[in-house]
């Protein structure tokens, strides 16, 4: 049996863990309390039960703290066989960890060129991979000389911005001073381990016109494999908020062939061999074009999509892949149709003050699984980065359109039972042909 040190966690990615375990491995799980906010207590609190050894650390850019906590665990590392993070935020920690301690996991350098949206497309160019105009800014007026040659619009995100932080498309001078001029602001308002992990430098990028996708990319060390396409709902208003994902993608099946080799392209160029990487692209008019590369497997709710329609389970491949025990890679199979969307307010507002604590429960029944954290009276956020929805909704159909319909239709109740308006996804794709939907079933004008 085999041990494997986990560098943080995402919520779902406990269920890696919860494998980990079954499967008789040992485990050690390190802690970051600066990302507590990114799940509910109780699956860290389960993290740390399942875990074998189990510390804390306070700062991922802390290489030797992180490995102080690994001693703290009372872990011996000299027997740790591969180090992972599931947590975007600490991807760096686990693979510089894993460097240190000689033990398997993505390699280090290649993690810092995926994180890094200006040198991971410098990459790019490098190896002729079709790639979007960019430079990397540290002052408006920079910003304002690379935007005018880019061309407007443009989109100006943190070099090292994770979950939306900081980001917003410009059309003119004028709304890319704005930017600047709000960044401090938006920064202060971040999580503490949001904002940490960014620096002075911002990304000015063409903006690519288009339909969003990932790619769910697997490595062994030896082959690496575009695992599963999926299609990515975003606002109707801001399409830079992600709304919820489809698997599959709803791309005919050469597209996606195409997607996924482009996905591995990327991956190879950027020396990530060995781990699941999440790889956003855009289907423009010109072919696909990356939007960005997370050196680890996604997060919020898609590997649990994934799952439910996939005949592998993710996390399983996860751990078997950085152990190297499983079998041979390849893309999964689907055995169905999954759609989730996130429900999130469209406006600050506030939950009916008479909201019965069970509400939610009325609408499970329609669907393959859902969650909603509201109480009575409750303040709701508009939604300005992924952290602020509070609830998910997932169908599940032998047809996409079907499950995109329930999704839609159960967000759009949702909304009318709380009385504030949600934040809708954009149903039409730009240059993807739409599958035909059940009229009984489609989705609320
Ligand atoms: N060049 C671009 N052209 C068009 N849209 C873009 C571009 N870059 C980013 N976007 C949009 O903005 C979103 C956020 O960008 P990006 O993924 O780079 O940031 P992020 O903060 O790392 O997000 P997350 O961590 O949530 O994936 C993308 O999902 C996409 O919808
Ligand atoms: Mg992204």
Not at 140 to 153: F, T
Not at 205 to 223: K, Q
Not at 305 to 318: C, G, K, P, T, Y
Not at 355 to 378: C, E, I, K, M
Request: charged residues 20%; proline residues 6%; contains cysteine.
């Amino acid at each position: 049996m085999s041990h494997l040190l986990f560098v943080e966690t995402t919520g779902l990615g406990v269920q890696a863990i919860e494998y980990a375990k079954k499967a008789g491995h040992t485990v050690t799980y390190l802690h970051c309390p600066q990302y507590e906010f990114t799940a509910p207590p109780e699956l860290r609190d389960r993290a740390r039960e399942l875990a074998d050894h189990t510390a804390a650390f306070a700062d991922p850019a802390d290489d030797e703290g992180v490995l102080a906590a690994l001693r703290d665990s009372g872990a011996d590392a000299g027997t740790v066989d591969a180090a992972l993070s599931t947590l975007s935020y600490c991807a760096q920690a686990a693979a510089n960890l894993a460097e240190a301690i000689g033990a398997r996991g993505t390699p280090a350098d290649a993690v810092a060129a995926a994180r890094d949206k200006g040198r991971c497309r410098a990459v790019l160019e490098e190896h002729a991979i079709p790639s979007l105009d960019f430079e990397v800014v540290t002052t408006l007026a920079q910003a304002l000389v690379a935007a005018d040659r880019i061309g407007y619009p443009v989109i100006v995100k943190p070099v090292l911005g994770i979950g939306k932080a900081v980001t917003s498309i410009t059309r003119s001078p004028t709304e890319l001073e704005a930017h600047f001029a709000l960044a401090d602001a938006a920064r202060a308002d971040l999580e503490q381990g949001m904002a940490s992990q960014l620096d002075e430098r911002f990304i000015v990028e063409a903006l690519a016109h288009g339909d969003l996708y990932s790619v769910e990319v697997a490595a062994d060390g030896e082959t690496c494999v575009p695992l599963v396409c999926v299609g990515r709902k975003v606002g109707l208003d801001n399409p830079v908020l992600e709304l919820g994902c489809t698997v599959p993608s709803g791309l005919p099946a050469d597209q996606e062939r195409e997607l996924g080799d482009y996905a591995v392209r990327v991956c190879r160029a950027l020396g990530l061999d060995l781990g699941v990487f999440h790889v956003e692209v855009m289907h423009t008019e010109a072919g696909f074009r990356l939007i960005e590369v997370n050196p680890r497997l996604t997060g919020g709710a898609l590997p649990d999509s994934i799952n439910a329609v996939a005949d592998r389970d993710i996390f399983a491949l996860l751990v078997d892949l950085h152990l190297g025990t499983g079998e041979p890679l390849r893309p999964l199979r689907l055995e169905a149709a999954a759609s989730h969307t996130f429900l999130a307010a469209a406006e600050n507002c506030t939950a009916p003050a008479d909201l019965s604590p069970d509400w939610f429960d009325a609408f499970l029944p329609g669907l393959h699984s859902g969650w909603a954290r509201v109480t009575a009276g409750q303040s709701l956020p508009r939604m300005t980065v992924n952290f602020d929805s509070f609830g998910m909704v997932r169908a599940v159909s032998s047809d996409l359109a079907i499950a995109d319909a329930v999704c839609a239709e159960t967000r759009h109740a949702v909304g009318e039972a709380l009385g504030i308006p949600l934040m809708t996804e954009n149903p039409s794709k730009m240059f993807t042909p739409q599958p035909a939907g059940d009229p009984a079933v489609a989705p609320p004008s």
